[in-house]
Structures are given as C-alpha cells and as structure tokens.
C-alpha cells in the first residue's frame, strides 16, 4: 500500500507543470545592456532627461505562459544621473527624492498580462522614497537567442508614467509625474 502511495504522488507530481518553459536571467546592468531612464517636466517649459547608473535584478521569462513571469530590481538612487552635477545634486536632496536617506528604490513584480503580439502589463510595487505603491509597467518583447559567447539572452522595453505625489515626493510647478523608460536585456542563469 505505502509503495503504492508513493508512486501515484511521484506519478502525479511528474504530471504538474514544473515551468519547464521559464529561464531565470540577471539583467546586464554590468557591461551597459539595460538602463532605466527618466524624463520629467521642468517646471512646465522644458524637460530633463536622466537615468539611473546603478541597479541589479533579475527576471523570470516564460513565453508559452507570460503569467508565470516576474521581474525584481533594485535601483541605487544616489546614481541618479540627468548630465548636470548641481542638478543632479538637488534632486538627490531632501527637496526631492531624498537619495540620502532613501538609497534604494524597489519594483517586485506581482503579475504579468498577456496582451497579445509580444506585448505586455507587468503590474508590481514599487517602492520610492520610503512608499510603496502599485504600478503597472506596459512592456514589449524585444528578443531572445544565443549570443557570441555561448550564453542565453532575452530583452524588453517598458514604460511606465509615476506619479511624484503618489510617492510623497515634492512637486514643483507642472513637475508632478516622471516618465520612466526602461531597457532590459538578461543573460540566461
């Protein structure tokens, strides 16, 4: 009887979906082959583009089943970077993101939506500025293969509109959302 226990829960647990489909990839933030980039209105007559030099993550990628997907990464806020160093400097301040005493800026991913043609929702927290709030990351697929050197890639774009009061950033003037724009290319674990 216990032998036969065991093998219908073998039998049965060979018959579940394991994701045998998904691959695990770190995004190459490491040799420049993703960036999260930024561009937010300055005070309604221009705008300021930037990115953020570091950051680390990872992603999981399954294309026969988008929903069992998911995406973490942390961003280094103090590497905020708009090609101004006193600006850049402001920003980073108390008046703004607070980089001081808010270092890291985290998204987890919590669900993806398949929205056909290689597009789709990535819905997540985000949490910026000590405030974790919800968002939703529209993506598209860009590509995956070997590369030169005998390794697996995959790579995306995603852009996402954030709300500055939603995370208790101050606003000055029309300045009250960040556009944000991100490329992610992952090397295959």
Excluded: C
């Amino acid at each position: 009887m216990k032998k036969t226990l065991i093998a219908t829960g073998m039998a049965v647990a060979m018959m579940l979906p394991l994701g045998a489909n998904a691959a695990d990839y770190v995004i190459d933030s490491k040799n420049a082959h993703a960036s999260i980039n930024f561009k937010v209105s300055h005070l309604g007559y221009s705008f300021i583009k930037g990115r953020f030099n570091n950051f680390a993550g990872e992603f999981s990628y399954d294309p026969a089943n988008l929903a069992a997907s998911s995406v973490e990464v942390t961003v280094d806020t103090t590497s905020l970077d708009s090609n101004h160093a006193e600006r850049d400097k402001h920003i980073r301040s108390s008046d703004f993101i607070d980089a001081g005493k808010y270092k890291e800026a985290v998204f987890k991913s919590t669900g993806v939506k398949d929205k056909g043609d290689g597009k789709m929702d990535i819905m997540g927290d985000l949490t910026l500025h000590g405030v974790t709030q919800p968002i939703t990351i529209a993506a598209e697929f860009v590509g995956a293969g070997q590369d030169p050197w005998g390794g697996q890639r995959a790579g995306f774009n995603g852009t996402t509109r954030l709300e500055l009061a939603d995370f208790k950033i101050p606003v000055m003037g029309d300045s009250s959302y960040v556009e944000m724009e991100l490329h992610v290319e992952g090397i295959q674990k």
